[in-house]
């Protein structure tokens, strides 16, 4: 049974035409990330969210926003892609702080194609 | 210098061979690491958490030696389903960070 579900798998979208990603989660975890990953390269982790509290790497672009309305749900909107925004976007979750007990749980990945 | 390093290879490795893979990171103050598996165009799974006194699953064996800041995956006996790329995680505070990973390719 998925626990972390994200649509849509697929996304194609044209340069500057916005664009919204989602994340739903069975587990009622109360941290929620969502990562970045281009070919060949690590995770690189946008944002996430403890509960409500929204927390932003200093260099994620302002071009990401998200959204999280409740526990289950979490949005990344892509307000003006560009082609250099065409990657795997990843959603995961914890229990609370990551440690050897509560671990990452990721979604399959919605990926973004930007004409 | 990157928070946290692996060597990207690949590894070309025949199966039933052991393999060895290392991870380095720069942060003393880390606090937790794992392994994890990501295979083609799929996400990553969590393949095993890492303890200074070191762990085994299987035929897999993770260890961390925190003097030396770096953390060590051992496949014995490979098989051709272990190809994949592993990815080595450390968290730091609520900072969670990946490095790029280590292909491994099982050669028939």
């Known amino acids: 049974d998925a626990m972390v579900i994200q649509n849509p798998r697929y996304q194609v979208t044209q340069f500057g035409k916005p664009v919204t990603l989602s994340c739903s989660q069975t587990?009622?975890?109360?941290?929620m990330y969502w990562y970045q990953q281009k070919s060949s390269q690590a995770p690189k982790l946008l944002f996430h969210?403890?509960?409500?509290?929204?927390?932003n790497e200093a260099d994620t672009p302002d071009n990401f926003q998200s959204r999280r309305p409740n526990t289950s749900f979490c949005f990344l909107d892509i307000r003006s892609p560009g082609l250099g925004d065409a990657a795997m976007y990843l959603c995961?979750?914890?229990?609370?702080?990551?440690?050897?007990?509560?671990?990452?749980?990721f979604g399959a990945g919605s990926r973004l194609t930007v004409l | 210098r990157k928070e946290v390093e692996q060597d990207p290879g690949p590894f070309n490795v025949p199966e039933g061979a052991t393999v060895a893979f290392n991870c380095t990171y720069s942060?003393?103050?880390?606090?937790?690491f794992f392994w994890y598996r990501q295979d083609c165009r799929k996400e990553p799974k969590l393949l095993m958490s890492?303890?200074?006194s070191g762990n085994e699953d299987g035929r897999f064996t993770a260890q961390l030696n925190r003097a030396s800041q770096y953390i060590s995956l051992l496949i014995r006996d490979s098989k051709l389903s272990d190809s994949a790329t592993y990815l080595c995680?450390?968290?730091?505070?609520?900072?969670?960070?990946f490095g790029k990973g280590t292909r491994l390719h099982i050669l028939p």
């Open positions: 942060n003393s103050a880390s606090q937790s």
């Open positions: 995680v450390v968290r730091r505070d609520d900072k969670i960070i």
């Open positions: 969210y403890y509960d409500k509290d929204f927390n």
């Open positions: 890492v303890y200074s």
């Open positions: 995961a979750t914890s229990r609370g702080r990551v440690s050897g007990a509560n671990v990452l749980t």
């Open positions: 587990l009622n975890h109360n941290v």
